[in-house]
């Protein structure tokens, strides 16, 4: 079945370090790509999505490229914030199934 | 404009109880899908509504339930609870009817049994 894989965490950063976080999938067909983020006591936030193959999302100073050759989606942040401390989740949603499959998350970290 | 609403926050039930959550999604969004997050298995899904119809349902035992209603509203509920269905249950929306739209979720309802 359809599934995604995230790097374990914790992830420990300092400030202004580079983050990547690498994602992987498996899937049939061609889903699209998402990459949530939850801070502590909150639901999920979008943080940006793909939709199709070599699409880039980007958000907030972070991006992913929806990579079919590698089944891959990996996040990138050129200079993380202490305020970017989340955990960050990436997913599918294959077409007609109208849901999402959710790797495990990765917690991030910025040390100030 | 008001986001996703779930309702309770947080729920304190007993073994063998049963319990209804709440979810109201954005004004507009005909979508409603549920999950459970659990620090053991992580973030899955539970059912899928749109237009008060039943589209997709995860892997989960009967006692798990949902409907919509007409407004688009929907409720979950979990009878003759038990220890593991401890969790945090989220609810999410979405505005038309395909894949490629994001979901918008809510801030959770956080259910402990004991």
């Known amino acids: 079945g359809d599934s995604v894989t995230q790097m374990e965490g914790p992830v420990t950063l300092s400030e202004e370090a580079f983050l990547t976080i690498n994602c992987t999938y498996t899937?049939?067909?061609?889903?699209?790509l998402f990459w949530y983020v939850q801070y502590p006591g909150e639901g999920l936030q979008l943080l940006l999505k793909?939709?199709?193959?070599?699409d880039k999302g980007s958000n907030k100073g972070f991006e992913a490229t929806y990579r079919k050759e590698t089944t891959s989606f990996h996040l990138e942040k050129g200079s993380v914030q202490v305020s970017d401390s989340a955990v960050y989740f990436c997913?599918?949603?294959?077409?007609?199934?109208?849901?999402?499959?959710f790797g495990t998350g990765t917690r991030l970290k910025v040390l100030a | 404009k008001a986001g996703v609403t779930q309702t309770p926050r947080y729920l304190i039930k007993t073994r063998g109880q049963q319990v209804t959550l709440s979810c109201s999604p954005i004004?507009?969004?005909?979508?409603v899908s549920w999950y459970q997050q659990t620090p053991g298995q992580g973030l899955q899904f539970l059912f899928e509504?749109?237009?008060?119809?039943?589209?997709n349902k995860g892997n989960f035992p009967g006692r798990f339930s949902g409907r919509q209603f007409s407004n688009s509203r929907s409720e979950m509920n979990v009878s003759t609870l038990e220890l593991g269905d401890s969790a945090l249950y989220l609810c999410?929306?979405?505005?038309?009817?395909?894949?490629?739209?994001?979901?918008?979720f809510g801030q959770g309802t956080r259910l402990t049994v004991v």
């Open positions: 004004s507009g969004h005909r979508s």
């Open positions: 997913a599918l949603s294959a077409p007609g199934t109208y849901k999402y499959i």
């Open positions: 999410a929306s979405r505005p038309i009817r395909t894949d490629t739209t994001e979901a918008f």
């Open positions: 793909a939709t199709k193959a070599d």
């Open positions: 509504y749109f237009s008060e119809t039943q589209r």
């Open positions: 899937a049939t067909g061609y889903p699209s």
